[in-house]
């Protein structure tokens, strides 16, 4: 019996690890060692606030999932209205997945990873060579995902950490200098701009894909019950948020540290690339090329992967293994478009959705408070939608000076990307109050 708990305690563990490696993509390093280039002596300050959103938010997502005891991300979504449910699940799927941060996986881990050694020159050959072989890769893993746990929990995790570790861990016990004085909002509000910038990760939109993977990975260990099946997916979340938090307050602090040696850099690529440089020469280069590479990967196979389970539950008719390889096929094409291009194209559409993913997850959370009501979901969700509109046009074609004051003024936090959480209250509020009198009437 010792045994079987024993290889339970080490399956979870591998869940817990596979599911870090999903959430770790390129993003996760960049974000962390730009912030701590601007915050500088406030570095401590603003990571606490990235970690909310960087780490807590995808950890509350995965719970949302398990705690609601939905099938997936439209099951919970359709407590609104089915036709919402599908809608809202197929555009996260299809944002997060082919149209935007499974093509970027690759482009992201070709231009940290690959443009140095190769030169500015050969890019367009290099980047449709890079991502053949990138998406060849990825299209392998993704045909057996019920291996999922073992190629990438077992395997690749551990040594994308280990890589991890000699470089941040290196960084944090030989900083290059002392902590410079922080700049812009770093300065004067750490924590908030913190919370902001944990926004760039994209993980919580993510959680509500991959906490499906580890609910059936965590089935398939056995486990049934619904009350043990929300504790061990809390448990394999909890494992991949603490690996998340301990590797950003590294590469934070390495970038606070780092300001002193290489000045003030135009983005975190640069940052870690020259750091890596400063403290191994070309071999940090190649080890930074690894990492990149093993995070980019981790993340693809599970978006591939993700975004073809949905789409075979919604269209059956269609094979699994015929959607994965739409989805690479279509993700290495757009991948080739450069990243530039993707971002431009998906950006709205994502801040659209992030909003409306933030608040269904802590309707998820509520849900037996006001008794799963359908209306209290519409009011709530709607008046959410109108902000979120508003900040996919804003992203898209921009306001004139005029019409963004107005709306800065009428919205208090819009001007920091937080416009949606007074309307989203004012939605649960008027919800809350509809459903009471209905049921009062009856």
């Known amino acids: ?23 770790f993509g390129a993003g996760n390093l960049i974000f962390p060692a730009f912030l701590g280039q601007q915050a500088g002596e406030n570095w401590f300050s603003a990571m606490l606030g990235f970690l909310l959103t960087g780490a ?9 999932i398990g705690y609601s005891n939905s ?16 809608a809202f699940a197929a555009a996260l799927y299809l944002s997060i997945g082919p149209l935007f941060a499974t093509p970027r996986t690759a482009t992201v881990s070709f231009e940290i990873g690959v443009v140095p050694f190769i030169g500015e020159g050969n890019k367009t050959l290099g980047l449709a060579l890079f991502s053949l072989f990138f998406f060849g890769v990825a299209f392998w893993l993704s045909l057996s995902p019920g291996k999922l746990v073992e190629r ?19 960084a ?53 019950n619904r009350a043990e099946l ?35 850099q135009e983005n975190g690529a640069a940052v870690l690339s020259k750091t890596a440089q400063a403290y191994f020469g070309t071999g940090g280069n190649i080890l930074l090329s690894i990492i990149v590479f093993l995070a980019c990967l981790s993340t693809a196979v599970g978006l591939i992967t993700s975004c073809s389970e949905y789409f075979n539950r919604l269209c059956p008719g269609i094979s699994y293994k015929a959607f994965v390889v739409i989805f690479t096929l279509v993700s290495m094409g757009l991948a080739n478009k450069g990243l530039a291009g993707i971002i431009s194209f998906s950006i709205p559409v994502l801040m659209l959705l992030y909003p409306l993913t933030v608040v269904i997850i802590l309707l998820a959370f509520l849900d037996k408070f006001f008794g799963g009501s359908r209306i209290v979901y519409i009011c709530t969700m709607f008046a959410t939608l109108i902000v979120g509109l508003l900040d996919a046009y804003k992203t898209a074609f921009g306001f ?41 009437k009856a």
């Open 172 to 224: 944090a016990f030989n900083p290059m200098g002392a902590l410079t004085p922080a700049e812009g909002e770093f300065a004067t509000q750490p924590l908030a701009k913190g919370i902001l910038e944990g926004y760039g990760t994209m993980d919580a939109l993510a959680s509500l894909v991959f906490a499906i993977i580890v609910i059936d990975a965590v089935r398939a260990m056995g486990v049934d």
């Open 1 to 23: 019996m010792n045994s079987s708990m024993g290889n339970q305690k080490a399956s979870l563990w591998a869940v817990g690890l596979m599911l870090f490696a999903l959430f």
């Open 230 to 264: 929300l504790r061990t997916t809390t448990i394999a979340g909890v494992v991949a948020a603490s690996c998340l938090a301990i590797v950003y307050l590294l590469i934070g602090y390495m970038g606070a540290t780092s300001v002193a040696g290489l000045g003030m």
């Open 400 to 440: 004139s000076e005029e019409t963004a004051a107005a709306i800065n003024s009428a919205l208090p936090g819009y001007s920091l990307g937080l416009g949606w959480a007074l309307p989203a209250v004012a939605g649960f509020v008027l919800g809350c109050i509809l459903n009471a009198a209905l049921k009062k």
């Open 56 to 64: 807590g938010l995808p950890l509350l997502g995965v719970i949302a």
């Open 152 to 170: 990438i929990g077992k395997i690749l995790t551990p040594a994308l950490l280990v890589t991890i570790a000699i470089l941040v861990g290196y």
């Open 71 to 86: 099938r997936d991300v439209q099951a919970l979504a359709s407590r609104v209205t089915p036709w919402y449910g599908i």
